[in-house]
């Protein structure tokens, strides 16, 4: 019997982002008065304050700014990824965001290489984004 992986909770003001990547696109909420990105998605401006707050389509672009390699795992939805990495990524528009790396020799993984967004169906109802190396 296969465990199914969690479902993220989504508050309705993330939802844009969701559906962005449900698209294929990374979207961040960018503030009007400061102009600052803003991640995760919030109500107002953790800069500025301000209220009035946009969606934008990023360039899914950025580097590895720290990692770790999960190797081992109590039983769980997540054991058939062993080995997975887990990453804070900066994205050129200055933010940093939680994801896995993909589609990689986890040994080649270094801090500050460029990475790129790409997109993984969870279900019907979700697609991740997660982010692979840049290739040469």
């Known amino acids: 019997m296969s465990i199914a992986k969690p479902e993220p909770v989504v508050a309705p003001?993330?939802?844009?982002f969701w559906d962005a990547a449900a698209e294929g696109r990374l979207a961040l909420q960018q503030c009007e008065s400061c102009e600052?990105?803003?991640?995760?998605p919030r109500v107002a401006c953790p800069h500025c304050g301000g209220e009035q707050i946009s969606w934008r389509t990023v360039s899914g672009r950025g580097t590895l700014y720290?990692?770790?390699i999960v190797e081992n795992?109590?039983?769980?939805a997540f054991i058939a990824d062993m080995?997975?990495?887990v990453a804070v990524?900066?994205?050129?528009e200055g933010v940093q965001m939680l994801s896995?790396?993909?589609d990689c020799d986890v040994a080649a993984l270094r801090c500050d290489m460029e990475v790129e967004v790409t997109f993984e169906r969870l279900s019907?109802?979700?697609v991740l984004p997660k982010f692979r190396p840049v290739s040469s």
Not at 89 to 92: D, E, P, T
Request: aromatic share 24%; proline share 10%.
């Open 13 to 16: 003001w993330a939802r844009p």
């Open 36 to 40: 600052k990105y803003i991640f995760y």
């Open 66 to 68: 720290s990692f770790t």
């Open 73 to 76: 795992n109590a039983p769980s």
């Open 83 to 85: 080995p997975f990495v």
């Open 89 to 92: 990524i900066r994205l050129k």
């Open 100 to 102: 896995n790396i993909v």
């Open 124 to 126: 019907d109802n979700f």
